[in-house]
T-cell receptor, first 114, second 117 residues
């Protein structure tokens, strides 16, 4: 595997379900990010982890819960979502302090909440 | 206030011609970075080019170049010799501040580019 991978690629869930999105980066980076991309809107940053520590929580509802067990893996735990949470969820990674600073993105998980 | 503005929701270009995608930004931080990403219909965001606020020369990467006009706060993307595979959404993004602890990218609303054969 190379780059940034995300699973699943597509997810349909009910409002009462609990699911998790997984992201893995194979680039040796030390920062990881979750973004939300809704139709007709710019990408919105949700969470930033740097050296496995959360450094940004961008006023995201508590029904989204991130987890970063190590520098290569990032999860987004979902529970009791709303239909307006349907979107493309993108994970990214970057190398901070000495890297090129560009963020490399995964292919995204397209989430539909019924 | 919107920090990144892309005023062209959609653009058309003939294959093999050059096209410029506009981006203006707003920041009071002297240290910032500007990025362009391409998003095909598959959804993945592909990094294209980066310009640092202190870079003296315009960035270039193959057929992509960034027309950086600091005084005007603009960072337009120029794609030369357009190809059919260039059809996609293009996003301009900015990162402010020091690069030491995770970077917050602020994205524009995007421009949808369609390349005509």
């Amino acid at each position: 595997e190379t780059g940034v991978t995300q699973t699943p690629r597509h997810l349909v869930m009910g409002m009462t379900n609990k699911k998790s999105l997984k992201c893995e980066q194979h680039l040796g980076h030390n920062a990881m990010y979750w973004y939300k991309q809704s139709a007709k809107k710019p990408l919105e940053l949700m969470f930033v982890y740097s050296l496995e520590e959360r450094v940004e929580n961008n006023s995201v509802p508590s029904r989204f819960s991130p987890e970063c067990p190590n520098s290569s893996h990032l999860f987004l735990h979902l529970h009791t979502l709303q239909p307006e949470d349907s979107a493309l969820y993108l994970c990214a990674s970057s190398q901070e302090a000495g890297g090129g600073y560009e963020q490399f993105f995964g292919p995204g998980t397209r989430l539909t909440v019924l | 206030a919107q920090k990144i503005t892309q005023t062209q929701p959609g653009m058309f270009v003939q294959e093999k011609e050059a096209v410029t995608l506009d981006c203006t930004y707003d920041t009071s931080d002297p240290s910032y970075g500007l990025f362009w990403y391409k998003q095909p219909s598959s959804g993945e965001m592909i990094f294209l080019i980066y310009q640092g606020s202190y870079d003296q020369q315009n960035a270039t990467e193959g057929r992509y170049s960034l027309n950086f006009q600091k005084a005007r706060k603009s960072a337009n993307l120029v794609i030369s010799a357009s190809q059919l595979g260039d059809s996609a959404m293009y996003f301009c993004a900015m990162r402010e501040g020091r690069y030491n602890q995770g970077g917050k990218l602020i994205f524009g609303q995007g421009t949808e580019l369609s390349v005509k054969p």
